[in-house]
């Protein structure tokens, strides 16, 4: 039985829409009412213009189904909400961008526009990227669409829940130490984090420029591919976008891993992983080597210290990047009779306490007397990561190993206590730290909640690593699991057109 | 590690009015944050290069040329007080 409109990959919808079995406008209206009977409970957009993307769907039926139509010609995407929307709300999850409609687009929305995708809305996120959970949204949080009482992870969590749940084919996220890894590990999709400057970061509101990179999140892993094709590539607007031809990633996905040598990081697998976990990647290891791809442990001897080199890197990095949040260009502003009080209390009153925590955090390791003992420190063990990968990557062409060390947890079991936040970070910041690429795709399920499997390449080989996410899929079945809140609503199974 | 004193410096140095509950917060979150991260010192990085990005791009340069950009108006549009083409801030030079 064909999966419902709402719920089909974007690459089936391009066929259908050749073959004229279905068209944008039908399936636009399947994810509309899919998002109108889950987002009372999901909350996985901030923003969502109907009429608008309508509009864009009619215009795209005639057209979506023509041999020369773009990738992206007549299929719904979701953007996080720290990619700034020309003329649309874009808050990055805080209260002190509520109100801002940025005059332009970042340059992935640029490009989807230009690839035919019928963009819906913005979706939530932990505020400005920083959070694990999207609890830290000043518009309060998405939950886990296996599971309502847990958190979908973050910061893309509204990215992942609204992928997950149908409520778009594809989502744009954005990753600093595992923002799109770790929400698409929770919500059972695939999500991949790009080469350091494999994508533009042009009009993504920045939280720690060195890490930040925005990728795809979709529901398998050709459809990643899809997206990452249209989004990458070299942009004259960011200087740190990398002048590397973009290869054609789904054309590179043959399926075969045959002779693939596979790293298991061994640290990935220390204390603190919860055991059904680590079953479930094992698992994932056993089926990579039944396809031919030969697995032994490897080191990466610094990984333990990329969480604490990070913790500090990236508070340092977003202590100057918010620096600009102060009331007089954009957002909130307080009133205060002199310019310090000004930029204080719109601080005060804008910020959520993450934010803060981190500023002040970023602040400390930057100031004098501690720069050298904290941030001079965390950018040496940063060099000794990326050698580790480097050194890895000298004898296999892919590191594997867990994305998170737990599934999905509840809301509200971290949000009081910051430490036991941050170690959910701990398996994906060292990919950060490195500049390689990441992607999480769906390898079993934990008491009923999805468990991600974390393939991670050498730079600018996203192809390499989605090829072997490819192989994995096409011998599993993890991916075609729905979680029960989108049945029932968002077209009927049997599709076909009225 | 962290007490009152270093709290309030590094609120006014990054611009925050901290609530007094904020204040306290913060000092025992980020003196337990700051003590987990001892575990860098046990590593030798002498001798070891810091790493400021991921990658190495160095000198990218390009054509000096003008491009087409925002207008005064679009740049302004989100401001929360503008006034003859310029944001407005309080007065930054005290008078007598």
């Known amino acids: ?498 | 590690m962290i007490d009152d004193r270093t709290v309030a410096h590094v609120a006014r140095l990054s611009r925050l009015d901290l609530t007094d509950e904020e204040r306290t917060l913060f000092r025992t979150q980020l003196g337990s944050i700051l003590e987990s991260f001892q575990t860098l010192n046990a590593l030798d990085v002498s001798g070891v290069p810091a790493a400021a990005q991921a990658l190495g791009a160095a000198n990218v340069l390009r054509e000096d040329v003008p491009a087409p950009s925002l207008t005064r108006e679009e740049a302004l549009a989100n401001a929360p007080a503008a006034e003859n083409g310029y944001f407005v801030v309080p007065p930054v030079i005290e008078t007598e």
């Open chain 1, 1 to 498: 039985m064909p999966a419902a409109l709402a719920d089909r990959s974007a690459w089936e919808l391009r066929a259908q829409y050749r073959s004229g079995e279905t068209s944008p406008t039908e399936v636009l209206r399947a994810v509309l009412k899919r998002a109108a009977a889950v987002e009372s409970q999901l909350h996985a957009y901030l923003f969502l213009d109907r009429e608008a993307a309508l509009r864009e769907a009619v215009r795209w039926d005639a057209l979506a189904g023509r041999p020369d139509a773009p990738a992206l010609a007549g299929v719904p995407v979701a953007l996080k909400d720290n990619l700034c929307t020309r003329g649309w709300p874009t808050t990055a999850g805080s209260r002190i961008l509520d109100g801002f409609r940025p005059p332009y687009d970042a340059t992935v929305v640029t490009r989807l526009r230009q690839a035919g995708a019928i963009i819906l809305g913005k979706t939530n996120c932990d505020e400005f990227a920083m959070g694990s959970s999207t609890e830290n949204s000043a518009f309060g949080p998405t939950r886990n669409p296996w599971d309502l009482d847990r958190v979908p992870g973050g910061s893309s969590g509204g990215s992942a829940a609204a992928v997950a749940a149908g409520e778009a084919a594809l989502a744009l996220g954005s990753d600093t130490g595992g923002s799109i890894r770790e929400p698409a590990a929770f919500c059972g999709v695939v999500g991949l984090k790009p080469t350091y400057g494999r994508v533009s970061r042009y009009g993504l509101i920045a939280f720690a420029s060195s890490l930040d990179q925005i990728g795809p999140i979709a529901r398998d892993v050709r459809d990643a591919a899809l997206l990452l094709q249209v989004i990458a590539g070299r942009d004259p607007a960011d200087s740190t976008s990398a002048d590397v031809a973009v290869p054609p990633y789904t054309e590179r996905l043959s399926g075969s891993i045959q002779g693939l040598r596979v790293g298991i990081v061994r640290e990935f697998f220390a204390e603190g992983i919860e055991p059904a976990v680590a079953a479930a990647v094992r698992a994932a290891l056993d089926v990579l080597r039944g396809l031919g791809a030969t697995c032994e442990d490897v080191s990466l001897p610094h990984a333990p210290y990329a969480l604490p080199a990070y913790y500090l890197i990236a508070p340092a990095e977003a202590s100057s990047n918010l620096a600009r949040y102060a009331g007089v260009q954009y957002g909130h502003r307080a009133a205060a009779g002199d310019l310090y009080t000004l930029y204080a209390r719109t601080r005060r009153e804008g910020f959520g306490a993450e934010v803060k925590r981190r500023i002040m955090l970023g602040t400390y390791a930057l100031s004098a007397g501690y720069y050298d003992a904290f941030y001079l420190r965390a950018q040496r063990v940063r060099t000794l990561v990326r050698k580790d990968f480097e050194d890895a990557f000298a004898r296999f062409d892919v590191l594997v190993g867990p994305v998170t060390p737990t599934p999905a947890f509840r809301l509200g079991e971290k949000v009081d206590d910051p430490i036991q936040m941050y170690l959910s970070d701990i398996y994906t910041v060292p990919v950060n730290l490195a500049g390689v690429p990441g992607v999480s795709v769906p390898c079993g399920f934990v008491r009923g909640l999805p468990v991600g499997l974390q393939i991670i390449g050498r730079p600018f080989e996203e192809g390499v690593i989605l090829n072997a996410a490819y192989a994995f899929e096409q011998a599993t079945a993890f991916h075609t699991a729905r979680p029960a809140i989108a049945a029932g609503s968002g077209g009927t199974a049997a599709g076909g057109r009225a």
